[in-house]
Antibody, heavy 119, light 107 residues
Framework: EVQVVESGGGLVQPGGSLRLSCAAS????????MSWVRQAPGKGLEWVAN????????YYVDSVKGRFTISRDNTKNSLYLQMNSLRAEDTAVYYC????????????WGQGTLVTVSS | AIRMTQSPSSFSASTGDRVTITCRAS??????LAWYQQKPGKAPKLLIY???TLQSGVPSRFSGSGSGTDFSLTISCLQSEDFATYYC?????????FGGGTKVEIK
């Protein structure tokens, strides 16, 4: 059974840092692009970042470029999101999602981890 | 960035109804479109990709159509478990973008 499980969310002050993790199982992790998608409270979905199989290609939404870094460790079947210089507007549930084969849609999602940026 | 506009933003319907949700892209995205269903407190679920391809395990009452800039998601016979919020998403180019969502409520 395909599973992705996020962890690492919490309360952080503006300007602070947080690292999210996503543990994958039930599929060959190294064969898939992976993504982070977020959802602010009561709002819609926003794609944050993508990373290719080997970690050599990365894409970001403009609002997080230079502050967030997506990475992966295929030996540990894990995806990460390092978030620096956090702002109130980064407050959201962050989902780890698997890319749907050759399509940049998302076929498996985790349950999400809440990041709250507040003083 | 490509803007995705869904309409309506919400509406009420009854079990058994045929409902259609529309999604418009701000530029031609060919068939690079997906649809998701999200229930409160849950992660989104992929329903359709490539504009009209049903994801494995999704009931056949869901269907998608369109290409270019205009797309639609149709539920042929609304079931109680279909009351949820639906999102479209383009993957023609980065940044990947979602529509604002359409909430389907019980009449």
């Amino acid at each position: 059974e395909v599973q992705v499980v996020e962890s690492g969310g919490g309360l952080v002050q503006p300007g602070g840092s947080l690292r999210l993790s996503c543990a994958a199982s039930g599929f060959t992790f190294s064969n898939y692009w992976m993504s982070w998608v977020r959802q602010a409270p009561g709002k819609g979905l926003e794609w944050v970042a993508n990373i290719n199989h080997g970690g050599s290609e990365k894409y970001y939404v403009d609002s997080v470029k230079g502050r967030f870094t997506i990475s992966r460790d295929n030996t540990k079947n894990s995806l990460y999101l390092q978030m620096n210089s956090l702002r109130a507007e980064d407050t959201a549930v962050y989902y780890c999602a698997r890319r749907n084969g050759g399509y940049d849609s998302f076929d498996y999602w985790g349950q999400g981890t809440l990041v709250t940026v507040s003083s | 960035a490509i803007r995705m506009t869904q309409s309506p933003s919400s509406f009420s319907a009854s079990t058994g109804d045929r409902v259609t949700i529309t999604c418009r892209a701000s530029q031609d995205i060919s068939s690079y479109l997906a649809w998701y269903q999200q229930k409160p407190g849950k992660a989104p679920k992929l329903l359709i990709y490539a504009a009209s391809t049903l994801q494995s395990g999704v009931p056949s009452r869901f269907s998608g159509s369109g290409s270019g800039t205009d797309f639609s998601l149709t539920i042929s016979c609304l079931q109680s478990e279909d009351f949820a919020t639906y999102y479209c998403q383009q993957y023609y180019s980065y940044p990947l973008t979602f529509g604002g969502g359409t909430k389907v409520e019980i009449k």
